[in-house]
């Protein structure tokens, strides 16, 4: 009984393995490599067609004809000077924009969190350290119930946030760089 399904099962396995075996691509039997010069164009291209002659759709370009040397002077150069293309409305404009401009105050940047804690004598300290050591740092304390933050400076862009925590890094144990609205300085 096993053996004539086991034979019903077998024979379909087999012959699909020999269906496949033969039309699997053969291995090169030489290991000579293949022939890649170029043929001569008699060989290459059967001798019922003939060549087509393609000379007529080039283009053709005349020669131009050279400028005499000795003939051509160079002409006196004119200098024109400069106009004011400001009209008007284009000053009053330019002057609103300035004007808008300097009541500007804040812009977003970046402060560096030197302190964030529970003690009030702690964060003091550590504002007179660094103020001692870089006057010209503007330091804000900021306190909300029970935690004091010390933020130090006013950095528009990141590089400058950057080398001012360089600066900072052996006074405190942590620094931040923290975005936030920063206080433009307008020294007129």
């Known amino acids: 009984m096993i053996r004539p399904l086991l034979k019903a099962l077998l024979l379909p396995s087999l012959l699909s393995l020999v269906a496949c075996a033969s039309t699997a691509q053969q291995a090169p039997q030489t290991s000579t490599s293949p022939d890649t010069t170029r043929k001569p164009a008699a060989t290459a291209a059967p001798a019922s067609m003939p060549a087509e002659d393609v000379s007529k759709y080039r283009p053709v370009f005349t020669v131009p004809k050279p400028a005499p040397v000795a003939a051509a002077t160079p002409a006196p150069k004119t200098v024109v000077p400069p106009t004011s293309h400001v009209n008007p409305q284009v000053e009053q404009r330019l002057r609103d924009q300035a004007y808008t401009n300097q009541n500007v105050k804040y812009a977003q940047g970046y402060r560096i969190l030197v302190y964030l804690g529970l003690e009030r004598d702690q964060v003091m300290a550590i504002r007179r350290s660094i103020i001692s050591r870089y006057p010209d740092e503007t330091d804000y304390?900021?306190?909300?119930?029970?935690?004091?933050?010390?933020?130090?400076?006013?950095?528009?862009?990141?590089?400058?946030?950057?080398?001012?925590?360089?600066?900072?890094?052996?006074?405190t144990p942590k620094l931040e760089l923290e975005p936030t609205q920063v206080l433009l300085n307008k020294n007129p």
């Open 141 to 171: 304390i900021v306190f909300k119930s029970p935690v004091y933050r010390l933020y130090i400076g006013d950095y528009l862009t990141k590089l400058e946030a950057a080398r001012g925590l360089a600066r900072l890094r052996g006074l």
